[in-house]
């Protein structure tokens, strides 16, 4: 993420939770580097649930100071919904 991204806090949370369209909500730590906001750990079992590969488009909305609504579209543009299920991942957060 951009470091405009900073601007929307006074100090940017050490950790986002990222609710999906169909309920399911993660965990993830943030750190800067390199001028950019990453997401770090809880991130890549994300990705890797939701089926996240190159050319597809993910969207944040900032709901609250540490909340954001996440939304992922695949590479012919259309919303990638992939249900939750039960994983074994420690960033899965019950909603």
Not at 20 to 31: E, H, S
Request: charged share 25%; aromatic share 10%.
């Amino acid at each position: 993420m951009p470091l405009d991204f900073t601007k929307q806090f006074q100090a940017v949370p050490q950790e986002f939770k990222l609710k999906t369209n169909i309920g399911c909500a993660w965990r993830v730590t943030v750190r800067l580097m390199n001028g950019r906001v990453i997401l770090d750990k809880g991130w890549p079992p994300f990705a890797a649930v939701h089926q996240i590969k190159i050319d597809y488009i993910v969207t944040f909305k900032l709901l609250t100071r540490d909340t954001q609504k996440v939304i992922v579209f695949n590479d012919a543009d259309i919303e990638a919904a992939t249900k939750c299920g039960k994983h074994d991942d420690a960033s899965a957060v019950n909603v």
